[in-house]
């Protein structure tokens, strides 16, 4: 977990989540997310977990993924991938909307996504794309 920085909302930030899954045990979210124009790096992306007025912020293991990069006509987004997984009683307890920060340069952009977790009892997740 790391401390939220100084970030601005963004709209530049184009991602997708392949899953969300929450257990008893754990809670992961896969996907990717980019700024297009700027090159993907490691140790850039988070991952947001926001309720209300308290948000968490955790560094996500990022993957190469060149089929994004292919995708979306920018080589330099092959690094667009992620995995969060955490053990659940490394979380906090509560509702959470999920969300994704990038740190380029001196600045950060952030987006919050429709898909969300619980993280209560046995915890759910809702992948807002999902049929």
Known sequence: RVEFPKATPSSRITYYVEEVEVTGRSAAVVGWAAIPGLPSERGQLHVILRSGAETHIYTAVTVTRPDVADALKQPNCQISGFRFARRRDGLPTGEYQIGFLIA????????????????????????????
């Open 104 to 131: 380029h340069g001196n600045t950060a952009e952030y987006i919050m996504t429709d898909h969300r977790m619980s993280l209560v009892g046995d915890g759910k997740a809702l992948l807002a794309n999902a049929d």
